[in-house]
């Protein structure tokens, strides 16, 4: 159910970052600190339980991210 979620949003700012790539900076913005949120309250846990628990958040803001700029680049692209 989580991988579903992280794929549609990378859909969702892949797709905006190629229409509208200078509005597309805050929702990614967003979608970072919360990530960012979940990856913080992962680490706090003790020893190696905190970094296997804020893997999965650093993965996924990494993915969002990439596929944001990947957007972008596209869009650049472009002869227009």
């Not at 790539?21 to 919360?34: A, C, E, F, I, N």
């Not at 003790?46 to 999965?56: A, E, F, T, V």
């Amino acid at each position: 159910m989580t991988v579903a979620v992280i794929v549609g949003v990378c859909i969702v700012l892949l797709v905006l970052a190629f229409l509208f790539p200078r509005l597309s900076r805050h929702p990614q913005r967003g979608v970072d600190k919360t990530l960012g949120a979940g990856q913080r309250a992962g680490a706090q846990a003790p020893s190696k339980l905190g970094q296997w628990l804020q893997k999965p958040f650093s993965a996924s803001r990494k993915a969002t991210n990439k596929s944001a700029a990947a957007g972008r680049r596209g869009r650049s692209k472009l002869p227009v």
